[in-house]
């Protein structure tokens, strides 16, 4: 166990970490679960640095600035250390650079993950944000499967179309490997529901990421398929 000890006065890290899932405790994996995943078509160019165990620290630079505030409110949530950074085509529309943030964060925790031993698997969560509500229900599975109702009415939030946020949640369940379950099941501003799906996917994530008490892959098969590398 390496957490660090909240002080009183302290707004930092939870001195216990207790992610969103069946309510044992986590420990810390023995490996680094970092990964750096650099994608570069002729419609953007992705760098990112993902930890696992990280607190929270971001630095995101997609060109979008709700995209942004989206990868921040996740990463934030799930306590994940994440670095991104992306110049795409902008001036055709949205939504290469949406999607290949999905797809590189996607590969980013698929190889963090590394031989997922002793991984939790499973997680989820529910966040409210005021009058929405959003649950995730994740399953580091190997089987790409996403399934997302956002229930968005606008067209757009800022600068990203409403038709890519569930998106980026499928792109990133495709290349991570990971069944992906979201619903927001109520609200009426389309910003707070947004925003309450990838705080409740980062949580759900954060639970499943977490170490059991188990060292072996949780897995019928003995093993668990890696997503994309
Ligand atoms: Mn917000």
Known sequence: MNKQIETAAGDGAA???????????????????????????KETGICVRLNLDGTGNTSIETGIGFL?????AFARHGR????????????????????DCGLVIGQAISRALGDRKGIRRFGYAYAPLDEALARAVVD???????????????????ELSCENVGHILQSMAATAGITMHVD??????????????FKAVGLALRGAVAMSAFEDVPSTKGKIDRGIQ
């Open 15 to 41: 001195a216990v970490d207790s992610p969103a899932g069946d309510g044992a405790a986590a420990v810390d994996s023995p490996a680094e679960r970092i990964a750096d995943v650099s994608r570069v078509t």
């Open 80 to 99: 994940f250390d994440l670095v991104l950074k992306c110049t795409g085509d902008l001036g055709i529309d949205d939504h290469h650079t949406a999607e």
């Open 140 to 158: 580091i599975s190997g089987r790409a499967y996403a399934d997302v109702n956002t229930d968005l009415e606008r067209e757009r939030l800022g």
């Open 184 to 197: 927001v099941i109520k609200g009426r501003n389309d910003h707070h529901k947004a925003e309450a799906a």
């Open 68 to 72: 942004n505030h989206l990868l921040d």
